[in-house]
């Protein structure tokens, strides 16, 4: 571990972590992070998982079987987000050491490390072509990074604060993004001015995501709320309320009918996109949990968690 992860992350070695019910829904349980997992992210075809951790890790696991097939090390400190592109080819990951790294997925070797960015990078998203990068940062930029050459496209600036989250939109036109300022920004792609903001309602914002059709953004944070908006003019659809603690991840279902939640409040939940009505809540971790993904098929649920646990969960409707 490097030396920032070592400070941090010595007290969560000497964890035992206590037993829970798990929900009956559980699938899979899958170990092999050496600290808390902060990404998780389905390949386009279901059949792989890609995670990042503070153990400064990306890992590659095969759903079927539960093992990992690649481990792959470069970064300096923890891993703080990931995504896989949709063509298969790549890993996207962002970390405190302030760099995107792009990763072949088949070799599980880093093809390019992306610096320009002054602090922690805290998400990455690639465009639906697959050709593009986008990452967001502390130093209150957003910059496009060709998955290629590993080059730096543009540079988008207009937030006056910590940006937590983004996201492109599945057209591929637009970014959201949003963090510490209690506002969600638009943005344009081919030109990169900022296009709209939306009132949050909360100051600090962790996820953000577009609806399949691009019709709704949906964001959460620390108020523990999970709001959709509609996309074309920022009036508040629904509030879901349930988590007892900040949002820490989202995702919409491929068709776009459903809503997966992660919360310090250890729980997943699952949420009806048209009413806002919760569906299930799903109980196994025991510490926080920081990211979450619906598979492409619409089945299945994976989530990483401060426990070092990724977890795979059937999709329910049940209370």
Not at 27 to 53: M, P, W, Y
Not at 99 to 127: E, L, N, P, Q, Y
Not at 176 to 193: F, I, L, M, R, Y
Not at 241 to 270: K, T, W
């Amino acid at each position: 571990m490097g030396f920032l992860s070592k400070i941090f992350g010595k007290k969560e070695e000497e964890l035992v972590f206590p037993k829970v019910k798990e929900d009956e829904n559980l699938k899979a349980t899958l170990e092999g992070h050496l600290d808390r997992v902060l990404g998780v992210r389905f390949s386009a075809d279901g059949t792989k998982i890609a995670s990042g951790g503070f153990d400064e890790l990306v890992m590659l696991w095969d759903v079927a079987s539960g093992s990992v097939i690649h481990t792959m090390k470069g970064h300096e400190t923890w891993v703080e987000c990931i995504d896989y592109s949709r063509d298969g080819r790549w890993i996207a990951s962002g970390s405190t050491d302030s760099t995107v790294r792009i990763w072949d997925a088949a070799a599980g070797t880093c093809s390019h490390v992306c610096k320009g960015h002054d602090t922690a990078v805290r998400m990455v998203s690639f465009s639906p072509d697959s050709k593009t990068v986008a990452s967001c940062s502390r130093d209150t930029t957003i910059r496009l990074w060709e998955v290629e050459t590993g080059k730096e496209k543009a540079l988008f600036q207009g937030h006056k604060s910590y940006i937590e989250c983004l996201a492109f939109s599945h057209d591929g036109t637009k970014i959201v993004s949003c963090g510490e300022e209690p506002v969600v920004k638009v943005w344009d792609v081919a030109t990169g001015k900022n296009s709209a903001n939306y009132e949050t309602g909360d100051k600090l914002s962790h996820t953000v995501a577009f609806s399949p059709d691009d019709r709704f953004i949906a964001f959460g944070g620390r108020d523990a709320k999970v709001r959709i908006l509609d996309a074309a003019n920022g009036s508040v659809v629904h509030v879901l309320e349930a988590h007892q603690d900040a949002v820490r991840g989202l995702c919409f279902s491929p068709d776009g009918a459903m809503i997966a939640s992660a919360a310090n409040d250890e729980s997943v939940r699952l949420w009806d996109t048209a009413s806002g009505k919760l569906l299930h809540t799903y109980r196994g971790h025991v510490l926080e949990v920081q990211s979450v993904d619906i598979s492409p098929d619409g089945k299945t649920i994976v989530s990483g968690s401060d426990d070092r646990k990724i977890k795979i969960w059937g999709i329910t409707t049940t209370p």
